[in-house]
């Protein structure tokens, strides 16, 4: 995410009061450590200063430990959370005979003249 994600944001927020009710507050402390680094280091790798900040699953493997998840249903969690997406996502390529689906936007580039592949 480039903005941060307002699940995320939450999530981050019930981190915090679950690592203080579950005496975690050190580990908590790691991931706001590597949140607060990682734009950084990307920036040096990368060599791009595009702000990055971390989605909603970078807290939720912590929350659901916390909370006493088995750790063998992660991933099916993280699946529910997304499958209404996916289905949806699926049903428009069905209706749209398989074309591709991108979403309405406004170019604020400027405008150039095509040029044929042949001419290239």
Known sequence: YTKSD?????????????????????????YLHIEEVTPQIFADVKGSTKVISPNVDFFSGFVY?????????????????????????????????????????RSVAEAKDYISITKR
């Open 6 to 30: 307002p699940r995320a944001i939450v999530l981050k927020e019930k981190a915090r009061e679950l690592a203080k009710v579950k005496n975690r507050e050190d580990e908590l402390q790691m």
């Open 65 to 105: 430990d916390m909370l006493g998840f088995d750790p063998a249903i992660y991933t099916p969690m993280f699946a529910m959370a997304r499958v209404v997406g996916w289905s949806a996502h699926r049903i428009d390529e069905l209706i749209n005979g398989g074309r591709i689906i991108r979403p309405g936007y």
